[in-house]
C-alpha cells in the first residue's frame, strides 16, 4: 500500500525572529492510508511537536493505546474523524483542530464551562446610548459623566493605524483613565498585540519568553527566548491608569495582550481569568488529507509565568455578572472596573509624581 509523509507547516506568521526555526530535523515516519495509518500519523504528529503534554499532566502514551484500541476496521471517515477528535480533545487546547473538508473539530468547554460575564447590548444601550466612534476593530467614547474613557476591542484580527488609536487616546485625554474591554475577544494577529502595548509605554519593554521544539522528546525544548514590546514614538502614549477588562473568551492574542499589559504599572485587570491560548499554533497535514492545528511554541510572561491556562485579574478577584442587574442594565463588572479606576486615579493625582499622557495632538489626516 502506498505510503504517506505527514508535512509539518507553519500556521502562524509572528515578527518575532526566534520562531525561524520552530521544527527540529529528525527522522521521517510514513503510514498507510487507512484507518490505522491516519490515527497513527495524527497521533505521532502531535506527539513529537506539541508542547504542553507536561503542563497538562497528559499521558499521551495511555491514550494512543486507549484510543487505538476502540477503532472499528468497519468505521466510515466520519466515524474515524469524531474518534479522533474526542482524542484532540484530551489536550484541553483551543489551539488543537482538526479539519476536513466535512467538518472542524474544535474544543469548547475551555470557555463554554464557564459565564459569558458579557453582554455587548447591556453596554452599547445603558453605557454608550448607542453613540460611538468605531474603527480598526475599535469603539469607544468618553464617558463624560463618569469621567472615564471607555474602548471596545472585538478582536485582534484587525486593528486601526497608529494616527487612529493617537485619536482615540487623545480624545479621552482629560478622563481619570480607560477601560479597555476585551472580553470575548477570540483573538487573532499578534502584531496587533505589540502595536496596542506600544502606546501605553515610554521605553523598550520586555513582553516575555517564547520556546520552540528542538526535537521529537517531549521536554526537547529551546531556551526561552526574550520579546520585547517597542515604544510608539511620535505618537500618544498614555500613562493614566488603565483597567482591562477580560472573561473568560478572552483567548488567544487577546489573552496575550491582557498578559502584557498587566505587566505594566499603570495597568490592573479585572472580570475573569482569560481562556488562555498562549502556544503559538502549527499545522500538519495526515495521509488523508486532513489538518491538524496545535500548540507548538509555549509563551510565557515577563515573570516566566505559562498563560496557558488563563491570566488572573489582579483586582477583586473572580467577578460575574449579577443577572438581577443585568436585567437593570447594570453591568456589575464594569462598574466595579470604573470604582477600581476612581481609586487608582486618586492615588496617581495625590503622589508626587502622577502619571499623564504624553501626548502633542495628534495629526489627523490619516
Known sequence: MKKYIARILAGLA????????TTSCHHIETWDNDLYGNFDALWTVLDEHYCFFAD???????????????IDPDWDQIQLFD?????????????????????????RKWWSDYPQNFNERLIEQYYLNFEWRSGGGFRYKYLTDRNVGYIRYSTFSICASHSFID??????????????????????????VEKIVSHFITEKTLGGYIQHKTGPGHNDFSEPYPFYYESATEHVRWL????????????????????????????????ACTGG????????????????????????????KL????????????????????AEGIDTILEFAIETLNRLAEKNNSSSTPAKIIAQTPRRNG
Not at 509572528?14 to 526555526?21: D, G, M, S
Not at 491556562?309 to 438581577?324: C, L, Q, R, S, Y
Request: charged share 25%; proline share 5%; with cysteine.
Open 83 to 107: 474518534h479522533c477528535a474526542k482524542m484532540l480533545a484530551e489536550l484541553r487546547d483551543g489551539h488543537t483542530n482538526l479539519s476536513s473538508w466535512f467538518d472542524i473539530s474544535y474544543y
Open 56 to 70: 497538562k499532566d497528559v499521558d499521551w502514551n495511555e491514550i494512543h493505546r486507549q484510543y487505538r484500541a476502540e
Open 277 to 304: 491560548g498562549s502556544g503559538m499554533p502549527f499545522s500538519s497535514e495526515i495521509p488523508c488529507g486532513w489538518s491538524v492545528r496545535f500548540s507548538a511554541s509555549p509563551v510565557y510572561d515577563a515573570e516566566m
Open 240 to 271: 493614566k491608569p488603565v483597567i482591562v477588562l477580560a472573561n473568560r473568551s478572552t483567548f488567544s492574542a487577546a489573552n496575550n495582550f491582557v498578559s502584557a499589559m498587566k505587566g505594566l504599572k499603570q495597568v490592573a485587570v479585572v472580570g
Open 307 to 326: 498563560t496557558e491556562n488563563g491570566v488572573e485579574p489582579t483586582e477583586g478577584g473572580a467577578i460575574d455578572m449579577d443577572p438581577e442587574k443585568e
Open 14 to 21: 509572528l515578527t518575532l525572529p526566534l520562531l525561524t526555526a
Open 167 to 192: 485619536e482615540m487616546l487623545y480624545s479621552m485625554k482629560d478622563a481619570d483613565g480607560i477601560i479597555i474591554d476585551v472580553r470575548d475577544n477570540g483573538g487573532g494577529e499578534i502584531d496587533n
